[in-house]
């Protein structure tokens, strides 16, 4: 599975913005996807995901009820909406992804769980 994740900018505070990852290749169809960021200085830390079926998604609490993750199964790419940017969402923003796992529930925010990246797309928020 190939990834290429794209939409990352520079915006202001308050604002918002989409970022995009398209997947690709012949396992691309039944795949949880997820958003992780990683800060300058900090860890990766999770942002959101969603099973391959775009039924269930799951939010880091710094994020819920600004960030929306959505899924086009007809276009095989996964969607993050960033409502409400806040300068501590300056981050580079990674999808990723992994096969369908019954245990997703459990291990989606968990980074070693994804065996697929995207090349990472920077977002900027400035105060």
């Known amino acids: 599975v190939q990834l290429q994740a794209s939409g990352g900018g520079l915006v202001q505070g308050g604002s918002s913005l989409r970022l995009s990852c398209a997947a690709s290749?012949?396992?691309?169809?039944?795949?949880?996807m997820g958003w992780f960021r990683q800060a300058p200085g900090k860890e990766r830390e999770f942002v959101a995901a969603?099973?391959?079926?775009?039924?269930?998604?799951y939010y880091a609490d710094s994020v819920k009820g600004r960030f929306t993750i959505s899924k086009d199964n007809a276009k095989n790419t996964v969607y993050l909406q960033m409502n409400s940017l806040k300068p501590g969402d300056t981050a580079v923003y990674y999808c990723?992804?992994?096969?369908?796992?019954?245990?997703?529930?459990?291990?989606?925010?968990?980074?070693?769980?994804?065996?697929?990246w995207g090349q990472g797309t920077l977002v900027t928020v400035s105060s």
């Open positions: 969603i099973t391959w079926s775009g039924q269930t998604t």
């Open positions: 990723a992804a992994r096969g369908e796992s019954v245990y997703f529930f459990r291990t989606h925010p968990i980074s070693n769980e994804y065996a697929y």
């Open positions: 290749g012949r396992a691309s169809s039944r795949i949880n």
